[in-house]
């Protein structure tokens, strides 16, 4: 039995390790085809979406089949349960990654909107965020799944302060209304990636330590 359940749960493992890098890879495509306006990886980011909602579905039924017919407990509890929400929260990711790249297809037929916006490294923080949630999943990495929590500041700060940049735009450059809009809304879903990738740490947090983090003060991620 208790080989078996091993078994299942490494396999559980892959699948949700297959997942992160499909998802992470859209996200990679969709912030690449806004910053370099091509429209063809926009349209691949859209494209394989229908393959992260079907891995989502699949990686459900397994966590609900173990937990049917093998009722773990203790750290092989904790990993099924936060892998049901880590899955949750991949499947998210992939939306938001497609709502970005269809925010490419608008942008890259319209004449490009400049804005004093450091969008590269916005980008690039929410990235490394997610990429760093899913490394602590992966090596179990308590020391990196911290990092991530404590990095969703930045992220937040930087989103309020395109949206004053955008409003600014609106006024000077009213006929550019929807582009700008557009590009509020990329980071808006930056915001959330963001978000997304800080619940995927806490989630590993709890797997690991069997204590759920969520609302915590922010000094507790430096401990």
Same mark, same amino acid.
């Given at each position: 039995?208790? &080989?078996?359940?091993?078994? +299942?749960?490494?396999?559980?493992?892959?699948?949700?390790?297959t997942l992160s890098a499909i998802v992470e890879d859209s996200v990679h495509k969709a912030v690449k085809s806004i910053a370099e306006r091509d429209l063809k990886l926009a349209?691949?980011?859209? *494209? $394989? %979406? !229908?393959?992260?909602?079907? @891995?989502?579905?699949?990686?459900?039924? *397994?966590?609900?089949?173990?937990?049917?017919?093998?009722? !773990?407990?203790?750290? %092989?509890? &904790?990993?099924? /349960?936060?892998?049901?929400?880590?899955n949750n929260d991949l499947e &998210? /990711?992939?939306?938001?990654?497609?709502?970005?790249? *269809?925010?490419g297809v608008y942008l890259a037929t319209k004449e490009k909107v400049d804005i004093?916006?450091?969008? !590269?490294?916005?980008? +690039?923080?929410?990235?490394?965020m997610l990429r760093k949630s899913l490394d602590s999943l992966v090596n179990l990495d308590l020391k990196l799944a911290r990092e991530v929590a404590v990095s969703d500041d930045e992220i937040d700060a @930087?989103? &309020?302060?395109?949206?004053?940049?955008?409003? +600014?735009?609106?006024?000077?450059? !009213?006929q550019r209304i929807d582009c700008l809009i557009n590009l509020l809304a990329v980071s808006r879903q930056l915001e959330r990636i963001a978000d997304?990738? $800080?619940?995927?740490?806490?989630?590993?947090?709890?797997?690991?330590?069997? +204590? /759920?983090?969520?609302?915590? *003060?922010e000094g507790f991620y430096s401990h």
């Open positions: 039995m208790v &080989r078996h359940l091993q078994r +299942e749960i490494d396999g559980l493992k892959k699948k949700i390790l349209n691949k980011v859209i *494209e $394989t %979406d !229908p393959e992260i909602d079907q @891995m989502e579905v699949d990686v459900e039924e *397994e966590c609900l089949k173990i937990l049917a017919l093998n009722q !773990p407990v203790a750290i %092989d509890l &904790r990993f099924i /349960i936060a892998v049901l929400k880590i &998210r /990711i992939g939306d938001l990654a497609v709502n970005i790249a *269809e925010r004093p916006f450091d969008f !590269p490294r916005m980008s +690039e923080l929410s990235q490394s @930087m989103h &309020r302060q395109m949206y004053s940049q955008v409003q +600014e735009g609106i006024l000077q450059n !009213p997304h990738a $800080t619940n995927i740490a806490e989630d590993v947090i709890y797997m690991i330590e069997g +204590e /759920i983090v969520r609302h915590k *003060e």
